[in-house]
């Protein structure tokens, strides 16, 4: 079976730019989380969809968005972007009944100058 | 003080060695344990996880549970430069919900040929 799937994998982008990033989840998995990484503050959840609707959302600004489709996909949206914004991004999946068991993708890297 | 502390490292040991990697918690109420792997530049990926107390074992890796104490530990046998990595403990009280897990900060170890 597949695993989770991000693209891209690496993104440069300046400040107040904008940027989607976008994650397939294992197939059946109607669950997908996503996660910002840094060395400081370790994972850290920003938000959570299942069957397109947002489950739990982080502590995280308003800038940060994201949406699930019909078939699981999902993006995440970090609009006016910061230098603070700079990390890895992970996607996860899991299945319905194991929310606790995440799989996660490769991440992408974003870097914002 | 956090939720999880887990002892960032950097751990080095020989080949062959056994190794032991901990993580204590203050939240009594946490009841699923994970343990991620991350090889730098990736995404964790899940090793072991055990519901409540005890033992489980798979192949050269072994999870433990101590509730009493609120310790949990991995041991990796016969360790290989393989298994060079970031690794992650993570917890939650519930099966449900991504956004009630709990990562350690990670310990990165490094297995000397």
């Known amino acids: 079976k597949a695993g989770v799937t991000q693209t891209p994998r690496y993104l440069i982008k300046t400040r107040g730019q904008q940027v989607t990033l976008s994650c397939s989840p294992i197939s059946g998995h109607r669950s997908v989380s996503w996660y910002q990484q840094t060395p400081g503050q370790g994972l850290q959840f920003l938000f959570e969809?299942?069957?397109?609707?947002?489950?739990n959302k982080g502590n995280f600004p308003g800038r940060f968005s994201g949406r699930q489709f019909s078939n699981s996909r999902s993006e995440m949206n970090v609009s006016t972007l910061e230098l603070g914004d700079s990390a890895l991004y992970l996607c996860?999946?899991?299945?319905?009944?194991?929310?606790?068991?995440?799989?996660f993708g490769p991440g992408t890297r974003l870097l914002v100058l | 003080q956090k939720e999880v502390e887990q002892d960032p490292g950097p751990l080095s040991v020989p080949e062959g060695a056994i190794v032991s990697l901990n993580c204590t918690y203050s939240n009594s109420a946490f009841q699923y344990f994970m343990w991620y792997r991350q090889y730098s530049r990736k995404g964790p990926e899940l090793l072991m996880y055990t519901y409540s107390s005890g033992n489980k074992e798979d192949g050269r890796f072994t999870a433990q549970v101590d509730k009493s104490s609120k310790y949990i530990s991995l041991f990796i046998r016969d360790s290989q430069p393989s298994d060079s990595a970031t690794y992650l403990c993570?917890?939650?009280?519930?099966?449900?919900?991504?956004?009630?897990?709990?990562f350690g900060s990670g310990t990165r170890l490094s297995i000397r040929p």
């Open positions: 993570a917890m939650s009280e519930e099966y449900s919900s991504a956004s009630k897990i709990i």
């Open positions: 969809y299942f069957s397109e609707t947002q489950r």
């Open positions: 996860a999946s899991s299945s319905t009944a194991g929310g606790h068991l995440q799989y």
